[in-house]
Each structure stands twice: as C-alpha cells, then as structure tokens.
C-alpha cells in the first residue's frame, strides 16, 4: 500500500521536484506546496485546437497531453479529494500563455518548480514520507432525517455516502409501527455500509444531535462485527455539516491514538502544560527566533495556514538548521484555534535556559 508522498527526483540548485501524491493527505500538503508564481506541471487534457476548422466545438478531441502552469489561482476540494491549481500555460504542444486548470487527484505524477525552497516546504514533503502516521478513521453523523458517513486519513477526508429521507421532518421522530420499521432500516442501511468501510479503519466515531446516534451505536454492537468500539459523540447538526463540527471541537481525536490530529491534540497539551515551567517554551515568532538561533528547540509547532509569514518561516529555518523537529498544526479544530492564541508558532525547549 502507497504510504504517502514519493520524491522522484530533485534539483536542490534549480528548486525543482517531480513527486508522485499518493493519498489524500498528499493533496493537502501539496495545496500548501504550492504558491502563486510557482510552475507545475502534469498530465492532463485539453481541446485540440489543430482539429479541422468545421468541427463542431463539442466533437473536438481532447488530447491527454503534458502541461506545466504559471500557478494563480490553488483550490483543494476536501471532501472530494481534488486539488484544482489554474493559471497561463508555460509548457505544452499548443495553447501557450491560455489559462489551464489542472485537476489532480491520488496518483498523480507533478512537476514543480519554486523559486526557493523553504523550511516549510521541506516539512510538508517529510510528513508526507513518514506515512505511518495515518490510521483510518470513520465518521458517521446523523439525526433521523440526515446523515452522513465520512474516512478520514492524516490530513484527507472523503465522504462515503451523504443521504436525506424524504419526508422526514428534521428531528420530528413520530409514533406508528410504519414509522418505527422505516427508522429500523434507515439505521440498518447505515450499518451495513459500515460493514463494508470498518475493516479498514483503526476508530469509529458515531455522532449527531439528539438519540439517532444511540439506536445506532446499539444496532452496531448487537452485529458484534470485528473492528474497533464505536467512539459516540454529540453535535448540533448531522450530516456534514455535523462533521466539520466535530473535527473543530476535536472530540474525534481519542478514537485514533496514533493519528496526525491526535498528535496535534496532545503536543498543543503538552506546550500549553509547559507554559508554566520557567524557560522551557517560547511563544510567537520573536519569542521562538531568539530560541531556535540558540539551537535548545526540540518541538516546533507552527499553524499551517501562516507557514509563508517571513517571520514564521525564518522560524522554521532555524529550527530545521539545528536538527529540531517541526509539526504542522491545521488551523481548523480546538489545537489550532489554542495554537493561534499563542501567536500561531511556538516551541517546546529541550532544556531549560537561562534568563539572560
């Protein structure tokens, strides 16, 4: 099984990296890979404008052909799994300078070409490599009018199903033995699409509003399926919108020990348990320069959407130079919004130093 990113070559002197995105993940630290201004190319389709000239628009063939783009505009698609980047093509057979949108998903080959390659850049594509910090984690959210199953993995997310009964009134749950037997298999629908997805996770997360979760985390058990206890959460709504609540509140985190956003969850814990210890944390970009240049850093943790801050990447740079270790938090969540409180980069010291 593909455990994340694939380095396939690199030019340290000219900043460019051909690399093979293996999962979802990938697709997330790609998006944050890449920047307006860079140059990145891949396989893709486009309209063949040497076809005849009386071919009617919607007969013209589109050639699978290599393009690289000027990078404008990037848009990653959670839960689709797709990450759209736009811009004038550079590099190609035809169509010089027009606008093309590559559209890339798992498994797709990319060329990329930066003008520098920073820290950050660098601890994008390690994370990537390490792999093994990416259990699979199902979520299901639902009340008994909508619901919604979702796989989580590392920084990814895909839905699996998505459904509204029809004539279901949002949280109006009515008496009658015709009722009872629809809800009986909406829930048992539920479940055995679970069947079909548990195998392959490492936690199970039941959720959503009001007592539908419950019925169903019951129904589960009494199927005794081999994997792991559901995990059952309360939100305010169901399906995905219920989800992105979730994830936010960081409630899921306890049902994947070994996952990317617990080990978010539990080394903001440990900084924000530290705070306390005289000299053993720094917090915000001045605070954690004067540190890193010291080399005491054993811990960064930097907010992924203030990466590119010059203050925040010069960070990074020191702490990489002295052999630190670098965790990218996501800014969605409760380690984030915590993270951001403290000026969205902080370190945890190997030692204590001296007050100057």
Request: glycine share 10%; charged share 30%; proline share 5%.
């Amino acid at each position: 099984m593909p455990s994340g990113v694939q380095v396939l070559a690199i030019d340290r002197k000219t900043n460019f990296l051909k690399l093979r995105v293996e999962t979802g993940s990938d697709l997330w630290r790609l998006s944050h890979l890449v920047l307006p201004g860079d140059r990145l190319g891949a396989f893709t389709h486009r309209r063949d404008p040497e076809a005849p000239s009386d071919t009617p628009e919607a007969q013209k063939e589109r050639r699978p052909v290599f393009l690289s783009v000027r990078v404008e505009k990037i848009e990653f698609h959670e839960f689709s799994g797709h990450l759209r980047i736009t811009g004038p093509i550079t590099e190609g057979p035809f169509d010089i300078g027009r606008h093309h949108t590559l559209d890339l998903e798992e498994g797709a080959v990319v060329s990329l070409t930066k003008p520098e390659l920073r820290a950050a850049d660098w601890a994008l594509l390690e994370e990537g490599q390490k792999g093994k910090h990416e259990p699979r984690l199902l979520v299901v959210c639902l009340d008994w009018s909508e619901g919604a199953i979702v796989r989580i993995r590392g920084r990814s997310m895909e839905v699996v199903v998505e459904n509204t009964r029809r004539g279901t009134g949002k949280y109006v749950k009515s008496g009658g033995a015709k009722r009872e037997k629809e809800d009986t298999q909406y829930l048992e629908g539920i479940a055995t699409i679970l069947e079909k997805e548990v195998a392959e996770a490492q936690g199970l997360v039941i959720s959503g509003p009001g007592f539908c979760k419950e019925s169903l985390a019951k129904l589960w058990r009494s199927r005794k399926r081999p994997g792991p206890p559901p995990v059952v959460e309360s939100t305010s709504e169901a399906a995905l919108i219920g989800v992105n609540e979730l994830l936010r509140s960081g409630k899921a985190e306890q049902a994947l020990s070994g996952s990317l956003s617990a080990e978010e969850a539990r080394e903001v814990e440990r900084l924000v348990s530290l705070l306390g210890t005289p000299n053993m944390t720094a917090v915000g970009a001045t605070g954690v320069q004067a540190v890193a240049d010291s080399g005491a850093v054993e811990l960064l943790l930097a907010l992924d959407n203030r990466l590119r801050e010059p203050a925040i990447g010069k960070c990074l740079d020191s702490v990489r130079d002295s052999g630190g270790r670098i965790l990218i938090v996501r800014h969605e969540g409760e380690p984030g919004r915590r993270l951001q409180a403290l000026g969205g980069v902080a370190a945890i010291l190997r030692y204590a130093l001296r007050s100057a």
